[in-house]
């Protein structure tokens, strides 16, 4: 009878394991807080009539949105995400997009990054909620909301 309660211990265990699914990459979890900080930054446009100006107008929104203060430091290079405050976001950032590259693709305009994110390339999330990697070329070459101009040496979020 004993082995058979340890076995039952064994299976659970073995099946709790099987559960847990799948690791998530850092850069899935990169992906992960700029969909919060939009959803955030969206709740916080439409509760206070207009898009937060600062941090600290923000800040109640993240755990409206069910995250908190983490979300705002990407697990992917450590560093406080740059955000950039009082922009609209949605379409109607979309009429601010321009072409980028050879290729002509539009992209639409950048409401926060990465400050410095992985060798040779950092999550960047639009305003209008989509997210990719841009390499420092593309980046370089992007449009940012309130004619954000990105430091080389990012200390912090953006004015």
Same mark, same amino acid.
């Given at each position: 009878?004993?082995?058979? =309660?340890? /076995?039952?211990?064994?299976?659970?265990?073995?099946?709790?394991?099987?559960?847990?699914? @799948?690791? !998530?990459?850092?850069?899935? !979890?990169?992906?992960?807080?700029?969909?919060?900080?939009?959803? =955030?930054?969206?709740?916080?446009?439409?509760?206070?009539?207009?898009? @937060?100006?600062?941090?600290?107008?923000?800040?109640?929104?993240?755990?409206?949105?069910?995250? /908190?203060?983490?979300?705002?430091? /990407?697990?992917?290079?450590?560093?406080?995400?740059?955000?950039?405050?009082?922009?609209?976001?949605?379409?109607?950032?979309?009429?601010?997009?321009?072409?980028?590259?050879?290729?002509?693709?539009?992209?639409?305009?950048?409401? =926060?990054?990465?400050?410095?994110?992985?060798?040779?390339? !950092?999550?960047?999330?639009? =305003?209008?909620?989509?997210?990719?990697?841009?390499?420092?070329?593309?980046? /370089?070459?992007?449009?940012?909301?309130?004619?954000?101009?990105?430091?080389?040496?990012?200390?912090?979020?953006?004015?």
């Amino acid at each position: 009878m004993r082995i058979g =309660a340890a /076995s039952s211990v064994l299976l659970v265990f073995v099946l709790q394991l099987g559960c847990s699914g @799948p690791a !998530r990459l850092p850069a899935d !979890r990169v992906k992960e807080q700029l969909g919060q900080i939009y959803k =955030a930054y969206q709740l916080a446009d439409k509760e206070l009539r207009h898009p @937060p100006k600062n941090e600290a107008e923000f800040k109640p929104f993240l755990a409206k949105v069910n995250t /908190s203060e983490a979300a705002l430091q /990407s697990v992917g290079d450590g560093k406080p995400f740059v955000i950039i405050w009082g922009a609209i976001t949605g379409t109607k950032a979309m009429a601010l997009a321009k072409p980028l590259g050879e290729g002509g693709d539009s992209f639409p305009p950048i409401l =926060a990054y990465e400050q410095t994110g992985t060798p040779g390339k !950092r999550h960047v999330l639009f =305003a209008t909620g989509q997210m990719t990697f841009f390499d420092e070329k593309q980046f /370089s070459g992007a449009t940012f909301m309130n004619n954000h101009k990105p430091q080389t040496s990012a200390a912090g979020n953006a004015p």
